[in-house]
């Protein structure tokens, strides 16, 4: 099973509670950790965060660097409890945005995480759903011999997501209903799940009760049963 969140409403758990939307974001990196141990445990395939969009690059300076620096932190931190738990890690997006000390982390913690077996833990960041689709048609355009004869599997090799198989639950928190340039392509037929929990708040139990009610739902992709 590949589970997808969209972690929403750092900014408004800080407002609520009167502090700056740094310690929103310093919270909801528990947040981050727990769904983490909660796909361990119940044997997820594959989870995947969105992190940090595109459009993100947009926000003040100091909360921009603050993001980079908790990530940069979680990695030192986290390097040894992936390993032992079998967690493969990887960041997909466009990094050559991303400062290169973090970019250097990401890699040593994607190589040596690379063998890993149980989760795959997907991180994106400095991503966008239509910047993804853009560079699959340019790489596309300038290496298949066959344009006109292609499929939509020939086409999605070119996708950063190329051999990860669709997500099949997309998580959103902190109420808000819409896509916000997450996964165009990859969510065609994925089951979406909107709760009003702030990230912050979106610990083990949540994570579970979203699984629980995405098993009572009738997929049919298209069809009849
Ligand atoms: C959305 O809340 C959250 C983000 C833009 C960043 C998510 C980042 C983390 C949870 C930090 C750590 C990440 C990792 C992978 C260790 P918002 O700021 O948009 O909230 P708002 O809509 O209430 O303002």
Not at 136 to 156: I, L, M, N, Q, T
Not at 181 to 209: G, H, M, S
Request: overall charge negative.
């Amino acid at each position: 099973m590949h589970v997808a969140i969209i972690m929403d409403g750092n900014g408004r758990w800080a407002r609520e509670r009167g502090l700056e939307r740094v310690e929103g974001h310093r919270e909801g990196a528990e947040s981050v950790r727990a769904c983490i141990e909660a796909a361990v445990e119940d044997k997820i395939d594959q989870l995947s965060l969105f992190a940090f969009s595109e459009e993100n690059w947009g926000r003040p300076a100091d909360e921009v660097g603050t993001l980079m620096k908790l990530m940069m932190k979680s990695i030192q931190e986290e390097t040894e409890n992936l390993l032992s738990h079998d967690v493969r890690f990887r960041v997909l997006g466009d990094l050559e945005k991303v400062p290169g000390i973090l970019r250097a982390a990401i890699s040593t913690l994607e190589e040596v995480t690379a063998a890993c077996k149980g989760l795959q833990l997907n991180i994106f960041l400095s991503y966008s759903g239509r910047w993804d689709i853009l560079q699959a048609a340019k790489r596309f355009a300038a290496d298949e011999s066959d344009p006109a004869g292609a499929s939509a599997a020939d086409f999605e090799k070119y996708l950063v997501t190329a051999g990860i198989p669709e997500p099949d639950l997309l998580i959103r928190t902190s109420g808000e209903q819409r896509i916000s340039n997450f996964l165009l392509w990859q969510c065609a037929y994925t089951e979406f799940y909107f709760t009003p929990v702030l990230w912050p708040d979106f610990r083990k139990p949540e994570f579970r009760a979203a699984i629980s009610e995405f098993s009572h739902r009738d997929r049919r992709y298209g069809k009849v049963k």
